[in-house]
């Protein structure tokens, strides 16, 4: 392979590796990326951490057996996004699909397919009419067949429903399918089921059964809200490849958010020490977080997912203030400085909990400076406004009305 097998390199080398799904996944969530928009995201990931972009970012491009279109999208993220990330074409266990992913990334640097695997008797008897363990060794002649097509392409299998599957036997597997050239072999909670201690069970299980040279990764679903709290016990359970999303759109309720995983594991050094459990740097390079908030948004406008007032790290509500005392003390009422992580600078917003200090700044911001009598006059009729209007923040424009009102009727007064 061109440059060798970057993700299993750092995987091994103890570093963490981003496996993106909101081009792949997220499309089960009703979203659809145009081409132009996943080569974009694709590309603004990669800068996130500079020339180790590829070595930290794995980009699912998409599913190219699903159409026309489809094939097309994942080969110009393949080609227009090299350098910047490593892409992959995910696919079904089959052979044919098998060669039309490698096909779509064929040629390009730090290239790789995921082929799915069932991997637990029901899942298997659903998706190839088999039992699991026979639908196991198949995924297994599918990757010698790959490696065989083109060894400039590294195969990676997902094993679907592992979370229900029986560990002993996908440690087996996973130690035959990385003896076959699998470069990762991806534990899916398919259905989202597991809870943090089961997480940890199967990692930990299937780790020491299968040995070093296999590197596990995970693909753990939101649905009782777990996703986060579960890729944290796969980390701490000695995973380092962890797929996630960007604002967490993926299959039913999605999967771990890209922005709150990254973020997490970046802010404070010395918590990345306590969740890996290793003083292993995680990075070759430290992500840029303050580009976090800008793709969180233009994914949100391309995929029509909104980012909410309490949608944590990039939502609208970080770094606002509208209360008194946290207008004073902001640090003892937020876990980190988003300005100097993020690039988000604080705002206050005027709502009807505002005491007469928010009322001054914000009065103070649009061109007006009260004294106390008239920022309690302001304050009642910010709050009256309020509740007329049922709305809790009242904007600039309002609140420029009233205060300019205010400014006719002081120099009415004094004439």
Partial sequence: MVGGDVVRESALAGRVVLWEESARDGAQAKTLMGADFRVRLAREQGR????HGPRHVVFAAGFPAVCREEFEAVRRV?????????VAA?????AADVRQAIASVKGTAHARIMVVVPASDPMAQVM????????????????????????????????????RADHALVAEYATELTAAGAGT???????????????????????????????????LHNDLGLGLANTLQALRAGVRVVSSSWLGIAERSGMVATEQLLFLLAHRPERTTHIL??????????????????????VSVETGVPLSVTTPIVGSGVG?????????????FQPFDPQRLLGITPSVVLTHLASTRVIKAVATRLGHDLDDAQAHAAMGWVKTHAYRTGQAVVDDPAFAGYLNALRTTRTGEQL
Wanted: aromatic share 4%; charged share 20%.
């Fill in 90 to 94: 995910v696919c079904r266990g089959k």
């Fill in 78 to 86: 393949a080609v227009e996004a090299e350098g910047a990330v490593s």
């Fill in 128 to 163: 190839s009419h088999r039992p699991a363990r026979e639908a196991l060794q198949e995924g297994v002649a599918l990757v010698k067949e790959a490696r065989g097509l083109d060894e400039g392409v590294a195969a990676d299998v997902c094993l679907a429903d592992a979370s």
């Fill in 48 to 51: 996130i951490f500079g020339a």
């Fill in 277 to 298: 459990g290793t003083d292993t740097s995680a990075w070759w390079t430290a992500p840029d977080l303050t580009r976090l908030p800008a793709i969180a948004r233009m």
């Fill in 320 to 332: 606002t203030i509208s209360t008194g005392t946290p207008f004073v003390h902001p640090q003892l």
């Fill in 185 to 219: 072999v991806i534990l899916a909670d398919t259905v989202g089921d597991q809870l943090p201690a089961d997480v940890a069970q199967m990692f930990t299980r299937v780790r020491a059964a299968a040995g070093d040279d296999v590197v596990l990764a995970s693909h």
